[in-house]
């Protein structure tokens, strides 16, 4: 996984089960409040994203399927 998160400026490659993350070129660490928002906030938006992209690409191969 890579995420980019712009406040932090900073890119999440890891996160484990216990909520550490590590950020590329770091170690293992537990994320302020702060770092956590930011983080979930980079997550969100790339999520809705990723769900248009499907819906475009998914109703593009709908309609180029013959009849």
Do not use: F, H
């Not at 712009?6 to 890119?11: G, H, N, S, T």
């Not at 956590?36 to 969100?44: D, G, L, P, S, T």
């Amino acid at each position: 996984m890579k995420l980019y998160v712009e406040p932090m400026d900073a890119v999440v490659v890891e996160c484990g089960a216990d909520g550490r993350v590590r950020l590329e070129g770091e170690d293992w660490s537990e994320p302020t409040l702060q770092e956590r928002r930011a983080i979930i906030y980079a997550a969100r938006k790339e999520v809705e994203s990723l769900t248009e992209l499907l819906e475009v690409l998914e109703g593009d191969a709908r309609n180029r399927l013959p009849s």
